[in-house]
């Protein structure tokens, strides 16, 4: 009954030509992303005028040609594509796009692509990436004051289903790469969706998330906010860490003290993770690092990693791992562009008999790694 | 020296072609769209395949071609465009894209579009669209569990600057139109960045503002959850809307009573707002019809809209202005296609002596009036 009035409204409104009614109608109404029943997927989009369609996606090499019949270009994968979100963009005679026809978009950096789920069953990547019936933590953008950088930044914070009602939490710090933003690891990242999921399962403690921006110089990712001030900052964004750190201590309600505390990040956030548990040993009993960048800022060009390690960092890092945590962690892709820096970490703190995991995927330095490592890592905190 | 070393990474990034590095560089990197110094806007596109560019904007009437120099198509706007958040996209040999050069873009209903916002002094439109260096609220997406539709549902919350301190604030429901979610007002809508804007200037009261999803057979948006779960409701939203009123009196510290609440609604919420105000007279103090459906889900379609009102709302609408509301605002644009509906309510409320305020803007069902709307609104509530 409700429908068949709001079809009612629709109808009104298709009467007049306006801008707004752009918005209600769907006119390239061909479905695509189609997921068929052997987990192949069918990419089309209506182009009559255009010579060359292609679809570029990280579910297969290269860029593949899309075929032209009446002007409704298809593509269709190979069949069994495993769980994933996988994403995905069109070239049109040269000119990248996203798919008209799909509105699941994220913005990755400084690009949008298309983006869509596989999922064959309940607790496979895909299932863990969706909304499903399960109790769900809230995601606020909470904006705080950073002394340190003279400045008030916003940052993404997920608590548990739950958490309303009382009670105290750990927390996980979860840091971003170079070029992302607060909105990197709930939008690409799937942090909630992990989260619940992992949760609701008891596969995880429930926790506190804090996604704060790793770009100093930044108060917020100008997509959302329509304007970032930039200003030149007093002080690194690790030495600045503590400005968040005293914010979420004192506006939630969390169990304090290392083995309630954890701190990963990807890539850049690879190296603020590895800089600030640096600084502050024995203040993190789970520390991750996601395909980690660890010769950024600091370290002079010429000079062999882990010499430039122990000169620069020996005592910090000596004093972190005297302090015992439960987990160091350290995962990356075996294609990864950062993979011989991760090797000479690794070999720097073999030399020295530190105790930490190391986790090897396949793959490059792609939020498909990350998800998974943000998954893996969760699993093995507070416990 | 940060910055020198972040290019360092994205150098050695570029070294590996893969999929990951097409999100670090925009390899389409002309200004799109370029705010000129006399304030108009233009658009560029490299596309030297293409037949015909053309882009199509709020900002203008139809659509227009743009001028091919050697593969990069522009088109410049007329002078002067006033200050606004506006929305466009290109249209690439009959196909609709968003702007590749311009990160900013939202989603209304089934439609991405890019946009950009002119602003030419403090306090005007545009810049109350915008981040700016003031206090700020927080926004929260936030499950909350609707016995009356049997669902956990997503909705989000605006909470103003300094709520963490302390304190009760006023409550103002804002809900969206057909084919929206709990997405829409936080986006298009640009809800934190007015309230923001109007609370630090003091010409809005610090207030909470609750943003439900309003499709009583949805849970959340699929888009960024991944995932819907839709039923059939049990009641309807205007029945279960009391749920969301207890689930924010129970979670948040609000003031109480009328004269703390307020609600308001775009078109097909302009109908819950006027439905939900009718089952409780009394509780809303303020009430804002902006754009409203009026006669959606049950009036009979060949009986005078005035005719229905009285046989089926007469009761409801007495009781609510004989509980004296502060305000009852009902707003529309000249071109409307709801604008008759709105004449047949006003007409109903100006033959029973029903005291209300009425505002008619310049255009049509979009959502640059429903910003103006909101803005106006929000000024007179709570004082």
């Known amino acids: ?52 369609v292609q679809v570029h996606g990280d579910f297969m090499e290269g860029i593949q040609d899309m075929t032209n019949e009446n002007g409704l ?53 895909g299932y863990l990436y969706q909304n499903h019936n399960v109790a769900h ?89 329509g304007l970032t001030h930039k200003q030149k900052p007093a002080t690194t964004y690790e030495e600045s860490f503590t400005d968040i750190m005293n914010y979420v201590q004192k506006n939630y309600r969390i169990k304090k003290g290392a083995k309630n505390t954890a701190i990963c990040g990807l890539s850049m956030g690879g190296y603020h993770t590895f800089s600030i548990s640096n600084l502050h040993p024995g203040k993190f009993d789970y520390i991750g690092l996601y395909s980690a960048a660890i010769r950024m800022g600091w370290r002079q060009e010429n000079q062999p990693l882990e010499e430039y390690l122990e000169e620069k960092q020996g005592k910090a890092i000596e004093a972190v791992f005297a302090a015992n945590p439960q987990l160091y962690w350290v995962a990356i892709g075996n294609t990864d562009f950062l993979y011989e820096q991760n090797k000479s970490l690794r070999n720097y703190f073999d030399k020295k008999g530190y105790k930490y995991e190391y986790f090897e995927s396949d793959g490059g330095h792609i939020w498909r790694n990350w998800r998974i490592y943000l998954t893996m890592f969760a699993q093995r905190l507070f416990k």
Chains 1, 2 share one sequence.
Request: aromatic share 12%.
């Open 73 to 125: 270009w298809s593509f269709t994968t190979p069949a069994n594509l495993s769980p994933e979100l996988y994403m995905y963009w069109f070239r049109v005679d040269g000119i990248d796009m996203q798919d008209p026809g799909n509105l699941m978009r994220s913005r990755d950096v400084r690009t949008h692509m298309s983006n869509f789920i596989i999922t064959k069953e309940e607790g496979d990547k």
């Open 137 to 225: 933590g809230n995601v606020s953008e909470v904006w705080y004051e950073s002394p340190k950088l003279g400045m008030i930044r916003r940052m993404t914070i997920y608590t548990p289903a739950g958490y309303e009602k009382g009670g105290k939490y750990p927390v996980m710090y979860l840091l971003h790469g170079a070029g992302g933003d607060e909105e990197a690891w709930p939008t690409l990242g799937r942090t909630a969706q992990i989260m619940d999921n992992l949760i609701a399962s008891g596969k995880a403690a429930p926790m506190i998330v804090v996604m704060p921006n790793g770009n100093a110089s930044d108060d917020a990712s100008p997509y959302a906010t």
């Open 1 to 52: 009954m409700k429908r068949y009035f709001i079809s009612l409204l629709v109808l009104m409104a298709f009467g007049q030509v306006t801008f707004a009614q752009q918005a209600i109608f769907d006119k390239q109404n061909t479905q695509s992303p189609q997921v068929n029943s052997d987990n192949s997927v069918t990419f089309r989009l209506y182009a009559p005028k255009a010579q060359k």
